[in-house]
Structure formats: C-alpha cells, structure tokens
C-alpha cells in the first residue's frame, strides 16, 4: 500500500514538473498557415452563422486563410483556465480573471505585436491595458469588452432611475414605497467581491482602497461586511444569464447588477427593464484574444487574431454579445450594432470601469493583498449566511 | 474393440495446439480464473479504484496560500480547512436535505407502492408504472426548470392560491425562518420540493418490490389472530418491507448528497456539497479542499450502506 502511495505521489510529482514551461519568446515572422485553429471562447464569441445567418465571422476567415476553425465553449473564466492548462488549444478569449493567471501559469505566449497590421487601429484606452500586458509584454490582443451595469425595473423606479449601487447593498424603500428585501439580486461569483470594494472606494474613501481587486484585510473585511448585508436581502444568487433574466420576469426581482445582454435581450421582449452606469462606477470585463504557449497552429492563431480586430468582426461581435469594440472604427456604419450601439453598451463610459483581475497576493498599490482563493471561500461563507 | 481405436484417434488429433492448452487449463484451473477474473479485475482496481484512490490522496495536500499552487507535501491541514465553520455549515445543510428528503420520500412512497403492489391489476398496473417512470424519461434539466416557474413569486402555484383565497398561508410559511424566503423558488421549502419529487421514483419502486415479495397469507394470519390493522401494518407489514425502503433510501440519500444543479437553480444560493466541489476544483482551482470534500459523502455513504446492509436492503434491489 505504502508502495502505491508512493509511486502515486511520484507520477504527480513527475506531471507537476512537465507542466513547467520554460519563458518564451515572441514568433519573429509569420509562414503560412496550418490549416487548422481550435478555439476556447464564451458561448456567442465566435459565429458562423449556426443561430443566425447574419452573424458569421468566421466562414470567411476560413475562405481566406484556409484555417478551419474548431471552437469550444466555456461558461467560466476558471473552465477557460481548466481548459487552457489541459492544452491541445490554440487560442482563448480570456477574461481579466482569467488572462493573468494564464500568463502567471505560463500558459500563454507573449504577442509580436509588429505582426498584426491593424493592432494600430485597437483603441489607445486599451493599448497597453494590464490585465493582458505583463511588463511591457503583451499577452494577446484585445477582443471586446463591457461593464456590469446596474439593471433595474423601471415600472417600480418610474421617473427616478437609481442613482447608486445602495439599491443593491443597503435596505431601503424603493419609488414604489416598497423595501427592496428579497427584490434584489447579486452575481454568484467571488468576483463579485470587487463591487462592494468599489462600492467602499466611494463612500467610505478613509479605508483607502485604490483597486477594488487588490484589498488587504481590514479593506477585505469591510467588503464582506457590506455582501454580509446585501445577503439579507437578496433571495437569490444569479449565476446564469438565462437564470437571472427569468428571475425578472417571475421572481419580482426589480434591481441588480447585470450585463448589457440581459439588458438588451429583456428590452427586446419588452419588459420594463433600464440599465444606469451608477455614480460609484462599476465594474467591468475585458477579453483577450491570447495563444497557448504549445499552440500547434501558430501562423493560423495570428491570421486570426488579425482577423478579429478588423471593424467588421468587432462590431457584429459587440452587436451578437451586448459588449463594446476594442477597435472605434466599428462604433460607426455597422449594420448589426447601429451607430447607437456602442453608446447603448457603455463604449463612452470606459474611465468609469474598473475591469475585472485576478487578485493575487502580491499586489501593486499595497504590500500585500487578499488572494483569489480566499475571495472563493469567504464568497461561499457569505451566500451560506456566515 | 473398433470404437476404443478410433477414440485413441481422437484423442491423438486433438491434441494440436488447442489441445495442449486445454489440458493445461485443465491441469491448472486457477491460472484459467485467473485469466478470466483479470480484465475485469483490472478494470476495477485502475479504472474505479485507482481514480478514486488519486482522488483521496489530492485531499492530502494543501494549497499555497501564496501562488495558489498545490503543495504536494503530506498534510492533514486541508481536513482541518474542511471542519471551519463555513464548510461545516455546508456538510451539515446537505446531510440534514439528505435525510428530510429521503424520510419524505418514504413517506409518500409507502401507500404509493402499497397500492400499486397490492390493488393495482391489469391495466392499472401497467398505467401505474407508466406514471412512476415517465418523469424519468423526460430530462432532469427541463423538470427542474419546469418547477423554477411553478414555484416562482409570479408562478402558477402563487396565482392557484390567490384563486383559493389561501396566500396567507403561503406568505405565513414563507415568512417562517430558515425554511423560508422571498417565494418558495428561492428557500430550502422549494429546493426540498423539487429533491422529493425527481427522487420518489427511485423509492417507490424498490418499496413496491419488496411489499410484492409480503406474503398475503401473513397478513391475513395476522387479523385473524386478532391484531388491528395498526397493529399488523407495525409487527408483520413495515418489517417485512423495511429492506425495500431501506434500498430505496439508499437511492435518495446518495442522490440528494450529490446533487449540485437542483440547489443551484431552486434555493437560496447557499451552497450544498456538491456545489461546494465544483466551486473549489472549478473556481478556486483548490483540488486538495475539493477532494476533501468528495470524501465527506464516500464516508456517509460507507456507513449509510454498511447500516443498511445490516439490515438487509441489498435482498430486496
């Protein structure tokens, strides 16, 4: 038995070291392409027109480069990680939570980025953005982002829009004279974390946090304290998209933080549904194109990440997704998004975000910070009423 | 004197190749069990076993808090992580969902299967265990989201109360702490529901096998000897039929331990063990307190079925 144990012990030892990849180096030129690129992304990132004809961007990539694209799905940023680490994938669309812990994982390669002609056209907010940009090096390209807004009813709000995230962290009674216990809801991530921080970096600037992801303990604490009472009144936890938009139908849910898809997709059934961009500003995500570090189909992956900054791909993913271009030049004459489109999605409200990043224990405002994984646990001692 | 020549014949000719290993076989029947027991064995001790034992051996490492990188030393330090307070809560809320669950099954379950086993005849019997089965057929994602909306503020259950005038009872147990909330799909009461309802099937029918297997002579031995029908049911009935609810209990209790959609669509958000695993493999990338974690039910579930064994559940499966 001890035997087992021990070679047991071994052989994960052993796959624990072969997982080590040495730093790498940026590809110099480009060759031709392999023929082949497999893709992880959010449901919805990458169509080919499957669910709708008119949106499809990726048939013609394909025609072009002679890459065929093979996608798979993930539902979170942590299965994206799962997958990443698992390999046999050229690229993924990593969110802020996810991007660096690839890069720290050594999962990703650094981007050369001389060998993508429209890299100059990406917007100049988003250029040298830190969740993929380590040291000056970057770690992919930018592919679409987008805030959590704050979605509410606008029969119960009426004429008074809320102006602050309190709707959703204090008790109170709300336009229609009724409180807003078990009305309202939260995002069931540990990320989610950062909102009540950034909700404190407002209203109670003496705890002197600079970054709602990068909290020491007593700031940490305070947060949880503020999620402790959000616990009181919220009934339930949205953790699906789908979820959440149903629970605004039947559940009499009226105020929660949300992203421009529900938004957009209860509008387009016509609910009474609004979003505003509180006073405190909120939180946001930002995905990143980024190539595995053992990407078989390299040449391929730089066609594609070429062929994803162009105008045309940018605005039909923001018009599919509910997000916002990382190129301007796709806010204008696109006939899926319209020209209001990027205004509707938050493209002019970009300062007022604080995109989403993966906390980790050494941090830059302060010496040292609450980890990601101290965010899960605790996050699941809040929901469970601790 | 022909016959016994042309027999040598035989003999002589079988033994080819074919021949010669069947006689070893023969000569050695434990190497031909051997032989036959090993793809299976094997099957078991890698596939079943061997995962199962990398699985517990994960719960022995830790994670760093620094890097959040698994630290592959030995350690009982992810168990003493498993006995805070949060994770306690957790354990203790599935067990009790667990146990609540199954007692409620049982209880529907019983006069259920006793019907069915004792009175249902023909086409009856057939449309009973068409009515038993069918939810199974259907998907388990479509029934629970199917409940989401009968159990909804705005759902079908709260507009058929309205129409009986008998809200207030609803809002008078939903305003009970604990087992209530904002509406039945978001407390324990919703989630307990729905658990019931996609199990009973697998306590019904085992429950149902079991009382078919009651003798009815006992029964009529019993009121003729004079006990009152309490007084059968209790001596002679629901001993004889424990087994089967015992088997079907073991059903529901595993099942209800291990889910982790039912509480994630139907309830308050807290999580159940289930969840809790997927939350620290998937999100937290905690392995070590994940497998620790799965341990929790392979123990209940040891003891639950060594009780139940004691008890004879596994005659009746």
């Known amino acids: 038995m001890k035997q087992i144990l021990k070679s047991c012990t071994a052989l994960t030892l052993s796959l624990a070291f072969c997982t080590q990849v040495i730093a790498q180096e940026a590809l110099k030129e480009l060759g031709k392409g392999e023929g082949e690129l497999s893709i992880v992304a959010w449901a919805g990132y990458i169509e080919r027109g499957d669910t709708d004809k008119a949106y499809d961007w990726v048939s013609s990539f394909e025609k072009e480069t002679g890459c065929k694209v093979s996608v798979k799905t993930a539902a979170t940023s942590d299965e994206m990680v799962a997958l990443m680490n698992e390999g046999g994938f050229d690229l993924v669309t990593a969110s802020g939570d996810a991007s660096l812990r690839l890069v720290a994982g050594k999962r990703v390669q650094p981007i050369n980025t001389n060998l993508i002609p429209s890299w100059k056209n990406v917007d100049k907010r988003l250029q040298e953005a830190p969740w993929y940009t380590v040291k000056g090096v970057h770690y992919g390209v930018p592919y679409v982002w987008g805030p959590n807004v704050l979605m509410y009813n606008t029969e119960v709000f009426k004429d008074k829009p809320p102006k602050s995230w309190n709707v959703v962290f204090e008790e109170m009674n709300l336009p229609d004279g009724k409180s807003n216990k078990g009305r309202i809801q939260a995002y069931d991530g540990p990320i989610h974390i950062a909102d009540a921080a950034n909700y404190l970096m407002f209203h109670k600037p003496e705890l002197g946090i600079k970054s709602p992801y990068e909290l020491n303990e007593d700031q940490y604490k305070a947060a949880l304290d503020v999620l402790r009472g959000q616990r009181k009144l919220a009934g339930r936890y949205w953790h699906d998209a789908m979820i959440q ?11 929660s933080g949300s992203w421009p898809f529900q938004v957009n997709l209860l509008k387009s059934e016509k609910q009474p549904v609004a979003s505003e961009f509180p006073e405190e500003g909120t939180t946001g995500w930002a995905d990143t194109t980024m190539l595995h570090a053992e990407s078989s189909h390299p040449n391929c992956a730089y066609m594609w990440m070429e062929h994803s900054l162009s105008a045309k791909v940018q605005g039909d993913v923001s018009a599919w997704f509910g997000a916002n271009p990382s190129v301007g030049a796709a806010c204008k004459g696109n006939e899926l998004l319209t020209d209001e489109g990027c205004a509707t999605n938050g493209y002019n409200d970009f300062d007022k975000i604080k995109f989403w990043r993966t906390p980790v224990s050494k941090c830059e405002s302060q010496s040292e910070c609450v980890p990601y994984h101290r965010w899960v646990s605790d996050y699941i001692g809040v929901i469970g009423g601790r | 004197m022909s016959t016994v020549t042309s027999q040598r014949v035989m003999l002589a000719k079988e033994a080819g190749l074919v021949g010669r290993i069947s006689d070893f076989f023969w000569k050695h029947p434990h190497v031909f069990l051997a032989l036959m027991l090993a793809p299976p064995l094997l099957w078991l001790g890698i596939i079943y076993l061997g995962s199962l034992l990398a699985l517990l051996l994960q719960s022995f490492f830790s994670i760093d808090d620094y890097s959040g990188l698994v630290n592959y030393e030995f350690t009982l330090s992810t168990y003493g992580q498993l006995l805070n307070e949060t994770n306690l809560d957790i354990i203790i809320r599935t067990v009790s969902m667990a146990v609540i669950v199954t007692l409620f099954s049982a209880l529907i379950a019983f006069p259920i299967a006793y019907y069915a086993a004792r009175y249902a005849k023909g086409k009856w019997k057939a449309f009973f265990y068409l009515g038993v089965m069918l939810p199974l057929w259907s998907s388990y994602l479509v029934k ?38 904002n509406s039945l799909s978001v407390s324990y009461t919703g989630t307990f529901i729905v658990f019931v309802y996609v199990w009973l099937p697998f306590m019904i029918l085992p429950i149902q096998a079991s009382l078919e297997r009651v003798p009815v002579n006992l029964i009529e031995a019993s009121s003729d000897l004079g006990s009152t029908p309490q007084q059968t049911f209790r001596h002679v009935l629901l001993p004889l039929a424990l087994p089967g609810i015992v088997a079907g209990s073991i059903f529901t209790f595993s099942l209800t331990l291990g889910d982790y959609i039912i509480p994630q669509i139907i309830g308050s958000s807290r999580l159940f063990i289930g969840q809790a695993v997927y939350a620290q493999q998937g999100t937290a990338g905690n392995i070590p307190l994940a497998a620790a974690f799965t341990v929790v039910p392979i123990i209940i579930m040891g003891l639950y079925l060594w009780m139940a064994r004691r008890m004879g559940a596994f005659d009746a499966l």
């Open chain 1, 245 to 255: 938009v149903d629970d605004f139908k039947n559940e009499g849910v009226v105020a």
């Open chain 2, 144 to 181: 629970i989201y199917a409940w989401k909306l009968i159990l909804a503020k705005e759902g079908i259950l709260t507009w058929l109360l309205t129409k009986l005038n008998l809200l207030w009872l609803l809002d008078a147990w939903l305003s009970l702490p604990v087992i209530g909330g």
